[in-house]
């Protein structure tokens, strides 16, 4: 049986990047109600909170405004978050930079999509090491790898999120090209 064709690939991945953006769109949108009144911003602040003072004093806050039962829930919630994100943004850097026809494009997509991998597992141990945060003492161990895993983590889906939009700008900006002769 032979591979399928490239415009057969590409539509494959197109249908699937939009499958998991709007999964990972709709995921954020009910998670912010679900877990009312907590934001997903204080979740980051915890996340960099790097020392046992701030982290402590953002605890005391949740426990004392009503959000701590849902941080609690957030950190059970966050891996099929951590799925739906990475694989938006895997797909994301694969078919937008297949769409420019451009090699190097190409391949820095197949690149960035296999980066972002990089991420998730950073993810993944910060996210184990929030929920002992909450659960037990706080320990500047845990804090400290918490803020160095979210740093690590951010600063790959950052260049990820522009590796896509630089691709899409170089797209646009052929698209037109063509147009115009």
């Known amino acids: 049986m032979e591979p399928p064709s490239w415009p057969a690939r590409l539509n494959r991945l197109r249908q699937l990047f939009w499958l998991f953006f709007l999964l ?3 995921y954020m949108i009910w998670a912010r109600n679900y877990l009312h ?17 701030k982290a402590s004093a953002i605890i005391d ?7 701590y039962e849902p941080g609690v829930k957030s950190t059970s919630l966050a891996y099929l978050f951590i799925v739906l994100y990475t694989l938006a943004i895997a797909l994301g850097c694969r ?3 297949a769409c ?18 990089a991420a998730t597992i950073c ?24 803020y160095n895993l979210a ?12 590796f896509i939009l630089a ?3 170089f797209w646009l900006i052929g698209r037109l090209s063509r147009d115009e002769k």
């Open 24 to 26: 990972t769109i709709a």
């Open 37 to 53: 009144p907590l934001t997903s911003g204080e979740i980051v602040q915890l996340e960099i909170a790097k020392t046992v003072d």
């Open 61 to 67: 806050d949740w426990k004392n405004s009503g959000k």
């Open 95 to 97: 078919f937008v930079s």
């Open 100 to 117: 420019t026809g451009n090699e190097i494009l190409t391949r820095g997509g197949r690149g960035f999509g296999w980066l972002i991998f």
């Open 123 to 146: 993810d993944v141990i910060e996210n184990i090491v929030i929920s002992r945060t909450l659960s037990g003492p706080v320990s500047q161990v845990n804090v400290s790898l918490a």
């Open 151 to 162: 740093r690590v983590k951010f600063s790959i889906v950052i260049v990820c999120i522009l």
């Open 167 to 169: 691709s899409a700008l």
